[in-house]
C-alpha cells in the first residue's frame, strides 16, 4: 500500500514540474559597451489562461537572467541578477490587450492575444554593464501562480493548463570584439 502510494505521488509531483515553455535561444549584443540578452521563448498558452484573461483577471509572467562565472568544483557565484515580471490584461470596453512592465512601469497595447505573446516570449531584454567576471548567462520564464487572486491558487496547484515555468537555460557568453585602431 505505501509503495503504491509512494508511485502515485511522485507521478502527481512529476505531472505538476512539466515544462510548458520551451526555451529557443538566446540572443546577444553589445551595445555601448552593455551586453544586451534577449531570451526567445515558444509558449502556447492554455485556453484556460486565455479565458482568465479575458474575464479580467491580471496574470503574471516573470523572467529572469543570472550573469555567472565558472568556477571549477564549486557552485558558480552569480555575478549580476535581473529580473523583469509582466502582468497582461485585456480591456474589453477598447477590446484590448494590454502588457504592462512592472519594472520600467511601461505600457503597451496589443489588438490579439496573440501579438502580446509574441510580444512577451521573443522581445523581452535584459542589460548587463560590462564584466570581466561572468563568462556564461542563465536565464529562465515562469507564470507566477502567487500574483493570482486568493481563490484561484489553490484549485491549479496541480493543473498542467496553468503549469508555465521554464528550466534554467545556459548560454556561454560570447566576448566583445574590440574596435582595431588603423
Known sequence: MKRSLTIFMIFV???????AAEWIEVKQQYINNELTITPQFNLTVSEKIE???NNGIVI???AQANLKQEVDWWIDPVVSKKIQTFQLR?????RQYQLFNTQTKTKQSFVTFEQILNHLFKNTVFTFK?????????TRLFLDKQALPSTMQLPIVFDQDWNINS???RV???????????
Not at 90 to 94: E, K, R, V, W
Open 13 to 19: 509531483f512529476s505531472m505538476s514540474y512539466i515544462n
Open 90 to 94: 485585456y480591456f474589453s470596453l477598447s
Open 167 to 169: 528550466d534554467w537555460q
Open 60 to 62: 503574471t509572467f516573470v
Open 172 to 182: 556561454k557568453i560570447t566576448p566583445q570584439k574590440e574596435t582595431q585602431q588603423p
Open 51 to 53: 479565458e482568465a484573461i
Open 130 to 138: 560590462p564584466s570581466t567576471l561572468g563568462n556564461y548567462v542563465e
